[in-house]
């Protein structure tokens, strides 16, 4: 007695029945438990499964999915080989968990993808500015590299546009500047100090610079109308430092400083 006759005992002698050594996964109708002809077995068709898959359930063996990776397997010996090495290859795999899966089990599949535990776990956090970032990365369970890469890519983006509102205000202050020289003449001295008369010492030079109005001419002369307003009496003393201009007037002189 051969392994194979060993390996397909007990159905009945159905490999000396079929001296190829496969077995055919039965028709429509084939199984009187079948009834009508539905289900599994209709739908296995004619794949065509080796011997020792008698010793399967029918629930594989008349399943045509079932049917057509059994199929690839001449031998048992060949089907026992690919789990072996199939269950290698996932070995310590990580696993999404299902919807049955306990926080604590959620918690640990996140951590082992390196999402951190908590929001200031991250790399990130160590910036006094991404606070409101890190717990928003880890709402999204971004893992720490992903958090870490589009930080630096916003902060670096942010970076451009101050830059390029810094060179912008720039541009509309000395073009401000030269319009009101022109304008006032000899008055230009005289109308700066009325307009920084007109702001006080309450920070809105830096307002305006923050909210990009500094250069405006509107705005320029409203303050030095307020100014003339508030003159007690006599002309406003020439500004000393006369080079400075208009710009000297907004304390800082730069956008976020």
Do not use: C
Not at 73 to 84: G, I, M, Q, R, T
Not at 228 to 234: I, L, N, R, V
């Amino acid at each position: 007695m051969s392994l194979e006759n060993v390996m397909s005992g007990g159905n009945g002698g159905a490999p000396a029945a079929n001296p190829t050594g496969t077995v055919t996964a039965p028709q429509t109708g084939s199984d009187p438990q079948q009834g009508s002809g539905t289900g599994s077995a209709a739908e296995a068709g004619n794949t065509r499964l080796a011997a020792w898959t008698q010793q399967l359930s029918k629930e594989y063996r008349e399943n045509q999915e079932y049917a057509k990776g059994l199929a690839g397997f001449e031998k048992l010996d060949d089907f026992a080989k690919s789990y072996f090495e199939l269950s290698k290859k996932t070995e310590g795999a990580v696993r999404f968990p299902g919807e049955t899966a306990t926080p604590e089990e959620k918690a640990a599949f996140w951590q082992k993808l390196g999402v951190p535990e908590k929001a200031d776990k991250y790399a990130v956090s160590r910036n006094e500015n991404a606070g409101t970032f890190a717990a928003a990365a880890h709402a999204a369970r971004l893992t720490d590299e992903q958090a870490t890469a589009l930080w630096n890519e916003v902060s670096q983006g942010t970076a451009r546009q101050i830059q390029a509102l810094r060179e912008n205000q720039a541009r509309e202050l000395a073009a401000t500047d030269a319009a009101l020289r022109t304008e006032y003449g000899d008055r230009y001295e005289a109308s700066v100090e009325l307009m920084r008369r007109g702001m006080g010492n309450s920070g809105i030079g830096q307002a305006l610079l923050n909210a990009g109005l500094a250069g405006n001419p509107l705005i320029v002369k409203a303050f030095i109308a307020l100014g003339e307003a508030k003159k007690e009496s006599g002309s406003p003393k020439s500004d000393p430092s006369p080079a400075a201009g208009m710009t000297s007037v907004f304390e800082g002189g730069s956008l976020y400083s």
